[in-house]
């Protein structure tokens, strides 16, 4: 294994935006590190740290967010990175609208075998929601024992589809280590974006929310609604492989059904990146959530940056070792746990007194708002009640004067943000209104 470059010796590295291979070099003032650490013998995690860089306060005077992906097997140092909030986008230009102006951000790859992360063998890879929380507790407890500038600083998780139900459960986790004081931390909040926190609930709405946006017909509604309650049949019975393998029927039932919606965002057509090839015209699971799930994360042009000049300018991968590689295994691995519902997780953490924020966006077809209101009206939270009957209240779009961006509303230590006109990856579809989100759940605008 080639050894990591200490944080210490990576302080001071200035990002250089376009010097890798534009033959131009135009120095983004944002301090970065990054590191593997081993969190089990074979499993080696990648994470990769900007400082925060805005004009008017020092990264000390800024939250830290760490950004997790989704998929089982997503990148955040790349998707996440140069997709949607990272200081520079895939084509290494300045993102105005970069989270990285508001706070410092954590980057990591996880599970392990997700992006630059990986494991010696496949039986080092997690299989459950719990084994990712235990791994992510190594990796948080180095980090802050390291990093100790940034114990006192308020420390946020944002996440994002599958990353969501990781997140809660590394929030539990880590509540209760800064309790017991085994990391040294301000842990401040968690933020579940479009996640999936409970899966039957966003696929026994699928149906109603095509219907109600025209995209599905009554014939449709019913074929959709049968593949659905085969779902939930299969959850209800605790078979959650069995579930897992229905699920990607009834996605095969969808795209039938709609000419292809884009499980991302219904407006928005496939990347022509993501065409089909000779490898996924064998039938099967793995094909078809290699193609929905997999694939949009790890576009060819993106795969070609982080196993080129991105992997060059960190000279810490092994040679062995391919960004997102792993990807598939990860999900495979990870296919028991992937129906289960984690909406008893975020019960817990209401109780504990934990600032938990939902966000989601309008257009997202796969983890769809209906179905994220339905488990949140499931939480025993004794607070549920008040939230229910209070209004909520709209945000001005910051691109567009007087035209709504987005609605919330807030009660105790729980919020919930409805950001109109995204899908899936709202800071990659509103950028400007995803900024300003966070900012509002840091307490930083």
């Given at each position: 294994?080639?050894?990591?470059?200490?944080?210490?010796?990576?302080?001071?590295?200035?990002?250089?935006a376009v010097s890798f291979y534009k033959g131009s070099c135009v120095p983004v003032e944002t301090k970065e590190s990054w590191e593997y650490v081993d969190v089990r013998d074979g499993a080696h995690m990648f994470c990769w740290l900007y400082y925060g860089n805005s004009s008017s306060a020092s990264y000390k005077d800024l939250p830290l967010v760490m950004w997790l992906q989704g998929g089982p097997g997503g990148s955040s140092c790349g998707f996440g990175n140069f997709e949607e909030i990272g200081p520079l986008d895939r084509d290494l230009k300045l993102r105005e609208t970069s989270w990285v102006r508001a706070a410092s951000v954590l980057f990591v790859d996880n599970p392990v075998g997700t992006g630059y992360s990986y494991t010696d063998t496949e039986d080092a890879l997690t299989k459950d929601v719990a084994m990712v929380a235990s791994d992510m507790m190594v990796l948080l407890k180095s980090f802050f024992s390291k990093q100790t500038e940034f114990q006192s600083i308020p420390f946020y998780i944002f996440s994002e589809s599958y990353g969501g139900k990781m997140a809660a459960a590394i929030s539990l986790e880590l509540t209760k280590a800064v309790q017991a004081g085994s990391i040294k931390c301000n842990f401040a909040g968690v933020a579940l974006g479009d996640s999936w926190i409970s899966p039957v609930d966003s696929?026994?709405?699928?149906?109603?929310?095509?219907?109600?946006?025209?995209l599905l017909d009554d014939n449709g509604l019913d074929e959709v609604t049968n593949a659905a309650k085969a779902v939930l049949e299969a959850v209800r019975q605790g078979q959650y492989q069995k579930a897992t393998d229905l699920w990607s029927i009834t996605e095969n039932v969808v795209e039938q059904n709609t000419n292809g919606v884009n499980f991302y965002n219904i407006l928005t057509q496939n990347s022509d990146e993501m065409v089909k090839t000779s490898s996924d015209q064998t039938n099967g699971f793995l094909s078809s959530l290699k193609r929905r799930h997999i694939r949009p994360l790890h576009r060819q042009s993106l795969s070609e940056l982080m196993n080129g000049p991105i992997r060059k300018k960190l000279g810490?991968?092994?040679?062995?070792?391919?960004?997102?590689?792993?990807?598939?295994?990860?999900?495979?691995?990870?296919?028991?746990?992937?129906?289960?519902?984690?909406?008893?997780?975020?019960?817990?953490?209401?109780?504990?007194?934990?600032?938990?924020?939902?966000?989601?966006?309008?257009?997202?077809?796969?983890?769809?708002?209906?179905?994220?209101?339905?488990?949140?009206?499931?939480l025993k939270w004794d607070g549920l009640q008040y939230f229910n009957k209070m209004k909520w209240t709209a945000l001005e779009d910051p691109q567009t004067q007087r035209q709504t961006g987005a609605f919330y509303k807030t009660y105790k230590n729980f919020a919930f943000y409805w950001i109109l006109k995204a899908g899936h990856m709202i800071p990659s579809d509103q950028g400007p209104m995803a900024l300003r989100m966070l900012k509002m759940v840091t307490q930083h605008e």
């Open positions: 294994m080639i050894m990591a470059r200490s944080w210490m010796d990576m302080l001071a590295v200035l990002l250089l696929v026994m709405t699928w149906g109603p929310y095509l219907y109600s946006t025209s810490v991968i092994p040679n062995n070792v391919t960004w997102g590689g792993q990807a598939e295994a990860v999900f495979e691995s990870m296919a028991g746990d992937f129906m289960k519902p984690v909406v008893d997780i975020v019960d817990q953490l209401l109780a504990a007194g934990v600032n938990v924020t939902i966000y989601n966006g309008q257009l997202d077809l796969i983890v769809d708002t209906m179905g994220q209101e339905l488990w949140v009206k499931q």
